[in-house]
T-cell receptor, first 114, second 113 residues
Framework: AQSVAQPEDQVNVAEGNPLTVKCTYS??????LFWYVQYPNRGLQFLLKYITGDNLVKGSYGFEAEFNKSQTSFHLKKPSALVSDSALYFCAVRDYNYGQNFVFGPGTRLSVLP | DVKVTQSSRYLVKRTGEKVFLECVQD?????MFWYRQDPGLGLRLIYFSYDVKMKEKGDIPEGYSVSREKKERFSLILESASTNQTSMYLC????????????FGPGTRLTVT
C-alpha cells in the first residue's frame, strides 16, 4: 500500500532564510507526487506536482520540489521564506487503489518568523 | 476561477442527529470528493464520485453516506452523528482529464456534542 510520511510536525524558519519541508513516500508503481498548502481558515491549494520529467519541479508562490527516486523523497523548498508562507503543508501521492485520488501525509506546519 | 463552496463553515450538532454537509462546485467538474482532516492524520478520503448518481467508498466510509443527484452538488450525510465524527470536513472537485488537480472548498468544522 502506498503511504506518505512528513517527519516534521513543525518547521520554524526566519524570514529571508531558505526553507525545506520534508516528504518521503512509499508506492508500488511510478510515483505521482504533489504538494498542497492550507492557509488559516481556508481550503487546500495546489502548489506543484511531479508526474514525470525533470526531477526539479517549480510551482506556485516561488516554491519548488526535488524528486529523488533513490531516497524516495519529494522535499518542498523555497530559497527565501516569507512570513506569508506560514501555513500547513501536505505532501500527497497518487492512490493506486483509486486512480484519481490521493494519499495524503499528516501535514507539516511551517512558521516563518519575522 | 474554480469555486467550491460548502454550506457551513462551523456546525454544532448533538449525538444521534442526522447531519447534512453540502458541497457545490461551479466549474462543471466530473469528480467530487469528501475528506475529513484531523491533526496528525492528514486528509482521509470518505467517499468520492466520478459522475452523477455514482458513488464509491473511500478509506473511511463507515458512518457516512453521500448523494450526488446533480453534477455540481455532492452531499455528505452523517446518519446518526457521533462524537468521533467531530472533525474538519473538506470537499474537493476535479476534471476527469486532470484528476490530480483537485480544488478544495474552505471546509466545515463539525462539532458533535
Amino acid at each position: 500500500a502506498q503511504s506518505v510520511a512528513q517527519p516534521e510536525d513543525q518547521v520554524n524558519v526566519a524570514e529571508g532564510n531558505p526553507l525545506t519541508v520534508k516528504c518521503t513516500y512509499s508506492v508500488s508503481g511510478n510515483p505521482y507526487l504533489f504538494w498542497y498548502v492550507q492557509y488559516p481558515n481556508r481550503g487546500l491549494q495546489f502548489l506543484l506536482k511531479y508526474i514525470t520529467g525533470d526531477n526539479l519541479v517549480k510551482g506556485s508562490y516561488g516554491f519548488e520540489a526535488e524528486f529523488n527516486k533513490s531516497q524516495t523523497s519529494f522535499h518542498l523548498k523555497k530559497p527565501s521564506a516569507l512570513v506569508s508562507d506560514s501555513a500547513l503543508y501536505f505532501c500527497a501521492v497518487r492512490d493506486y487503489n483509486y486512480g484519481q485520488n490521493f494519499v495524503f501525509g499528516p501535514g507539516t506546519r511551517l512558521s516563518v518568523l519575522p | 476561477d474554480v469555486k467550491v463552496t460548502q454550506s457551513s463553515r462551523y456546525l454544532v450538532k448533538r449525538t444521534g442527529e442526522k447531519v447534512f454537509l453540502e458541497c457545490v462546485q461551479d466549474m462543471d467538474h466530473e469528480n467530487m470528493f469528501w475528506y475529513r482532516q484531523d491533526p496528525g492524520l492528514g486528509l482521509r478520503l470518505i467517499y468520492f464520485s466520478y459522475d452523477v448518481k455514482m458513488k464509491e467508498k473511500g478509506d473511511i466510509p463507515e458512518g457516512y453516506s453521500v448523494s450526488r443527484e446533480k453534477k455540481e452538488r455532492f452531499s455528505l450525510i452523517l446518519e446518526s452523528a457521533s462524537t468521533n465524527q467531530t472533525s474538519m470536513y473538506l470537499c474537493a472537485s476535479s476534471l476527469a482529464g486532470q484528476p490530480y488537480e483537485q480544488y478544495f472548498g474552505p471546509g466545515t468544522r463539525l462539532t458533535v456534542t
